[in-house]
């Protein structure tokens, strides 16, 4: 009896010895499997958050990131909301929000927002954007001839207009260097983004939806240009990043050829402006001025003063 004993206690200590071994093992290996898939998580969220900033850098004319923040998040993935907006001469007004996705797999940047919506009648074509409902100022590259609709010079639509403020996508006859274009404007009009680079399409049956690329002018709060060399450096350097993910020929090129040139001998070919309607309209009949697309406006108030 003693012998049988001896050995059913054996048993349950070996019993209780392999369960406790392998309670150890399971979470060992569990936590061992949270850490990994956290880090996987979190490397494609990081690789999210540099895309979306590198992206807004670089083909987001007029728009800045207010805030980009995680959200609904787990050791499986999350959700990275991008909040935009707009300085429209000193009045900052909403611009679309996204909502892209990291996990453990990957990560997806919200191109149905980013991307703008086209309305067409037999009035009026024009892009806006899809969630403000804003008019998106649109550019014409100088190297592309026929437009769907002609390109349009909608400066003189702003003549009468001035209790408004403006963003204008002011699109030239030809590239310029930027030490002409420092020359072309009047000290009433904000030049406070530089359209530098798109690809060539065919336009002439409706609009490509080809990015612009280019890159935002920084100011004081003296409305005074801070660094246009520094601008340009962040830019070539987002772009680089964003060229490498996309794997472009054409884009690979413009790099090449302009990444180490001094901002001043970059080719323009266009400008996104901001300022007073009646103060814009004056640029009309310009001869660099080849297109002219206006986008978000809104209405000056008592209590918020334009910078120009």
């Given amino acids: 009896m003693d012998l049988n004993r001896s050995i059913k206690k054996a048993k349950r200590k070996q019993i209780i010895m392999v369960s406790c071994v392998s309670i150890i093992i399971f979470l060992t290996m569990s936590g061992i499997l949270v850490f990994i898939l956290d880090?996987?998580?979190?490397?494609?969220?990081?690789?999210?958050?540099?895309?979306?900033?590198?992206?807004?850098?670089?083909?987001?004319?007029n728009t800045q990131i207010d805030s980009q923040v995680i959200a609904n998040s787990s050791i499986l993935g999350g959700e990275v909301v991008t909040n935009q907006s707009k300085n429209i001469d000193g009045y900052i007004v909403p611009w679309s929000s996204l909502h892209s996705k990291y996990n453990v797999f990957g990560n997806e940047v919200d191109n149905n927002e980013r991307m703008t919506s086209?309305?067409?009648?037999?009035?009026?074509?024009?892009?806006?954007?899809?969630?403000?409902?804003?008019?998106?100022?649109?550019?014409?590259?100088?190297?592309?001839?026929?437009?769907?609709?002609?390109?349009?010079?909608?400066?003189?639509?702003?003549?009468?207009t001035d209790d408004l403020l403006a963003e204008v996508a002011i699109s030239f006859d030809r590239p310029y260097r930027y030490s002409e274009v420092k020359k072309m404007f009047p000290e009433n009009v904000n030049v406070v983004w530089l359209y530098l680079f798109s690809e060539e399409r065919d336009e002439s049956k409706g609009r490509s939806g080809m990015p612009t690329y280019g890159f935002q002018l920084s100011f004081d709060e003296k409305n005074q240009l801070i660094d246009a060399e520094a601008?340009?450096?962040?830019?070539?350097?987002?772009?680089?990043?964003?060229?490498?993910?996309?794997?472009?020929?054409?884009?690979?090129n413009f790099l090449k050829e302009n990444e180490n040139k001094?901002?001043?001998?970059?080719?323009?070919?266009?400008?996104?402006?901001?300022?007073?309607?009646?103060?814009?309209?004056?640029?009309?009949?310009?001869?660099?001025?080849?297109?002219?697309?206006?986008?978000?406006?809104?209405?000056?108030?008592?209590?918020?003063?334009?910078?120009?």
Wanted: charged content about 25%; cysteine-free.
């Fill in 231 to 252: 601008d340009k450096d962040y830019f070539f350097s987002s772009f680089e990043s964003h060229v490498s993910s996309v794997n472009n020929k054409a884009m690979v």
């Fill in 118 to 160: 086209w309305y067409h009648s037999l009035k009026n074509s024009y892009e806006y954007n899809r969630q403000t409902k804003q008019k998106v100022a649109t550019f014409y590259n100088p190297t592309i001839e026929n437009y769907y609709g002609g390109v349009k010079n909608e400066l003189a639509d702003l003549k009468n």
């Fill in 39 to 61: 880090k996987v998580a979190t490397k494609n969220y990081h690789e999210l958050d540099q895309s979306l900033f590198a992206y807004q850098t670089i083909a987001s004319p």
């Fill in 262 to 308: 001094k901002v001043d001998d970059l080719e323009v070919l266009g400008v996104m402006i901001t300022g007073q309607a009646k103060n814009l309209a004056e640029l009309k009949d310009k001869p660099f001025v080849r297109g002219s697309s206006v986008g978000v406006t809104v209405p000056i108030v008592p209590y918020i003063v334009p910078e120009k």
